[in-house]
């Protein structure tokens, strides 16, 4: 397979409410689409990084440049032996940049599995129909907006609820939430606000009875996540420090989680985020898809990921309008709880072309030469 043709697609898409976490507050996503050509198809990817390196280091502005200047001129070196699984290779010597690397792969991936009639669940190796879907909270300004908010998703059939969490808004929300909802699924994400000296605050979170809490200490902290993991009966969760399937077997190797969110951006891609789900199994170690705000592009990747049978805790794959009130594909939705994997050739959905030029800011054609 040849490319013919890339594009970078810039969009600005509002959410339907603004989103809180110790990060910040996100009130709009700012979209960074992969559009591939090769001789037999077209391929779509999402780039998951956000305006500001908060999150990570990666921020949308320097992944679409290092896409154009340094990446995509490897996958064109290739010619036409490139394959979606070789593009982790090819990019290996550009240190860094998972996340830029995730959305081309994605694409090529993509255009390889619609050319081949071939759908992106089956390809990863899906063995559901339809997925479990959470809903994440973000944080908010008083205890009843947030049990209004929890309200209206339980309402709606969300099957798990996250709370995100921080110094100063974390036992007072839980304990709120727990209180009205005494029996469903109820964890938290702390997106790296504590340290190890926090653990006496966060052992309060114990008598609710979560399922997780994720990613509390710094994503380097790993023998501090180990440590923390004896001083708390709440399960630990670990989100940024997995950024590899290697990162994952030495996690679970040292005792730093017993839970592991994947997010394929993150490691690099839909094909490391697989191998991280092996590694998982292997060690008995559950697993579920986390989300980045996606649009219904990133959204199908994610739903078909959490399809694999290592996947046994509901992810954060929302139906389309927990975001957006008008999604760049046809939107995902929410059925008894679940959300239908895709079944269609490449990622089973498409790209509303009408709908991404309102939103569009700029198109930019890379040169192939």
Same mark, same amino acid.
């Given at each position: 397979?040849?490319?013919?043709?890339?594009?970078?697609?810039?969009?600005?898409?509002?959410?339907?409410?603004?989103?809180?976490?110790?990060?910040?507050?996100?009130?709009?996503?700012?979209?960074?689409? #992969?559009?591939?050509?090769?001789?037999?198809?077209?391929?779509?990817?999402?780039?998951?990084?956000?305006?500001?390196?908060?999150?990570?280091?990666?921020?949308?502005?320097?992944?679409?440049?290092?896409?154009?200047?340094? +990446?995509?001129?490897?996958?064109?070196?290739?010619?036409?032996? *490139?394959?979606?699984?070789?593009?982790?290779?090819?990019?290996?010597?550009?240190?860094?940049?998972?996340?830029?690397?995730?959305?081309?792969?994605?694409?090529?991936?993509?255009?390889?599995?619609?050319?081949?009639?071939?759908?992106?669940?089956?390809?990863?190796?899906?063995?559901?129909?339809?997925?479990?879907?959470?809903?994440?909270?973000?944080?908010?300004?008083?205890?009843?907006?947030?049990?209004?908010? &929890?309200?209206?998703?339980?309402?709606?059939?969300?099957?798990?609820?996250?709370?995100?969490?921080?110094?100063?808004?974390?036992?007072?929300?839980?304990?709120?939430?727990?209180?009205?909802?005494?029996?469903?699924?109820?964890? #938290?994400?702390?997106?790296?606000?504590?340290? *190890?000296?926090?653990?006496?605050? +966060?052992?309060?979170?114990?008598?609710?009875?979560? *399922?997780?809490?994720?990613?509390?200490?710094?994503?380097?902290?790993?023998?501090?996540?180990?440590?923390?993991?004896?001083?708390?009966?709440?399960?630990?969760?670990?989100?940024?420090?997995?950024?590899?399937?290697?990162?994952?077997?030495?996690?679970?190797?040292?005792?730093?989680?017993?839970?592991?969110?994947?997010?394929?951006?993150? &490691?690099?891609?839909?094909?490391?985020?697989?191998?991280?789900?092996?590694?998982?199994?292997?060690?008995?170690?559950?697993?579920?898809?986390?989300?980045?705000?996606?649009?219904?592009?990133?959204?199908?990747?994610?739903?078909?990921?959490?399809?694999?049978?290592?996947?046994?805790?509901?992810?954060?794959?929302?139906?389309?309008?927990?975001?957006?009130?008008?999604?760049?594909?046809?939107?995902?939705?929410?059925?008894?709880?679940? #959300?239908?994997?895709?079944?269609?050739?490449?990622?089973? #959905?498409?790209?509303?072309?009408?709908?991404?030029?309102?939103?569009?800011?700029?198109?930019?054609?890379?040169?192939?030469?």
């Amino acid at each position: 397979m040849k490319l013919s043709a890339v594009e970078l697609h810039r969009a600005q898409l509002p959410l339907v409410a603004p989103f809180r976490t110790s990060f910040g507050t996100e009130l709009q996503r700012d979209v960074l689409l #992969v559009r591939v050509e090769t001789p037999d198809a077209e391929g779509w990817g999402e780039c998951v990084a956000m305006a500001a390196p908060l999150y990570s280091y990666e921020y949308v502005d320097a992944a679409a440049e290092v896409i154009a200047r340094f +990446l995509v001129p490897r996958l064109v070196a290739v010619g036409d032996g *490139l394959t979606a699984g070789k593009v982790a290779t090819v990019l290996e010597p550009v240190k860094g940049h998972p996340m830029a690397k995730a959305a081309l792969e994605l694409a090529i991936l993509d255009a390889e599995l619609r050319a081949a009639g071939r759908s992106f669940a089956d390809e990863l190796g899906a063995v559901k129909e339809a997925v479990p879907s959470g809903v994440s909270v973000g944080i908010m300004d008083s205890i009843p907006e947030l049990l209004d908010a &929890v309200s209206s998703y339980v309402d709606q059939g969300y099957v798990r609820i996250k709370l995100k969490i921080e110094p100063g808004w974390d036992v007072e929300p839980v304990a709120a939430v727990r209180e009205r909802y005494p029996d469903i699924p109820l964890q #938290v994400d702390a997106n790296t606000a504590y340290t *190890l000296g926090d653990a006496r605050q +966060l052992a309060k979170l114990d008598p609710f009875d979560l *399922l997780l809490i994720e990613q509390p200490l710094p994503e380097d902290d790993l023998r501090g996540h180990a440590e923390l993991a004896k001083q708390i009966r709440t399960p630990v969760c670990l989100d940024e420090s997995i950024v590899s399937a290697r990162a994952a077997a030495d996690a679970v190797a040292l005792g730093a989680c017993s839970i592991i969110n994947i997010k394929a951006g993150r &490691v690099g891609g839909y094909l490391e985020a697989r191998r991280v789900h092996d590694v998982a199994r292997a060690n008995g170690i559950a697993v579920w898809c986390g989300g980045m705000l996606e649009t219904g592009v990133g959204r199908a990747a994610n739903v078909a990921l959490a399809a694999l049978p290592g996947f046994t805790l509901p992810g954060d794959t929302s139906a389309s309008d927990r975001y957006y009130r008008q999604d760049i594909t046809a939107p995902f939705v929410l059925e008894n709880g679940h #959300v239908r994997v895709p079944t269609g050739p490449g990622l089973g #959905v498409d790209v509303d072309r009408a709908v991404l030029r309102e939103i569009t800011s700029s198109v930019t054609p890379l040169d192939l030469s």
